[in-house]
């Protein structure tokens, strides 16, 4: 499938640029393999499946750990040593960026979904690549068969910041909606404990395909940035084993065995002005405790203090340009 190269990963570094000749494969279980794009490939079962189930990950090029993890679940679904219970479209997202190392090369891809991508440069890489990327999807969940009645769609990244808590799930806001048990049960599965329930619409992948294509959706943050090669996969077991475990179309419990502790924007923290006071040190842990009271910002005569209970940063970052988002404070609910 991947030509000489030994992996999905080298395959995508050594073709980024290269137009790509679509694949098309069937294993001996009678599986079906479309290599749809460079980084995009879709499995899909010969048996009854009842999930449409999208795992992306290099939005970011530099969050190597899933893109490692994910590489190694193609590949044994492909060695037919991982069961092919459901169909799956598996994107690495920004070949570029992997390529370079970076995050991103011209645009943050992570804010040019939901259809973003039409107010940018279209000439931009990045920005093709996300209209490419919608469509990919939006196909991938309008073929299925009859028998599909759940559409799954994890984004996978790493955090450049520590985290007080190691991992975390955001959530895309869509109106009118709660959080299913059993999505929560597989984030703890995923050995992820912590949940930031978003309360305004986003244009990140996730987004897109929790507003536009109605899948349950998640950014899932695993841990830290490391370039390749440099990773403790063994910090990634819980979301390896999860995903694998809902590829082969094995029941996966409806409830989560410990507690996921969700928590919700109370503040967003804008830069105002150029006197604008971050009082927060830059380097905070995501998550990191703030006490009733605690002063975050302030410019002039205006400022933000923690409530009457206690809040989480998330995203810190005083550096933005003036109108920009700073970080975001958080309530955990109860
Ligand atoms: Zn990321």
Known sequence: MFDTHSSIISHTLANADAPHVRQHDFLTAGTE????????IKF????????????????????????????????????????????????????????AAERFVDLNMNRLFCGQWQHQDLTLKEVKRAAKLEAYVANFYAEEPVTVTQRFHYDCHTAIKDSARAR???????????????????????????????QRAGNTFSSFSAST????????????VKPFGENDLSQFSGIDGALRKLISGDALPNRSARPVDCFSVCHEIERTSEQWQFLVADESANFAEFLPGQLIWQDG???YRVGDEPEYLVFPNGQVPIGQRAGLMLRKLS
């Not at 393999?33 to 995009?40: I, K, Q």
Request: net charge negative; charged share 20%; glycine share 4%.
């Open 33 to 40: 393999v479309t290599f749809l794009d460079t980084g995009v």
């Open 44 to 99: 899909e079962p010969n048996t009854a499946c009842d999930t449409s189930l999208v795992i992306s990950c290099a939005v970011h090029g530099n969050e190597t750990a899933p893109i490692e993890i994910i590489s190694r679940i193609i590949d044994d679904l492909l060695a037919e040593e991982q069961k092919c219970g459901q169909r799956i479209l598996f994107i690495l997202a920004n070949p570029w960026s992997m390529v």
């Open 168 to 198: 975390f799930a955001l959530y895309p806001f869509v109106a009118d909606r709660k959080i299913p048990d059993s999505q929560k049960a597989f984030l703890d599965q995923a050995d992820i404990q912590t949940l930031l329930l978003q």
């Open 213 to 224: 294509q109605q899948a349950q959706s998640f950014t899932l943050e695993l841990g830290k």
């Open 301 to 303: 005569e205006h400022e």
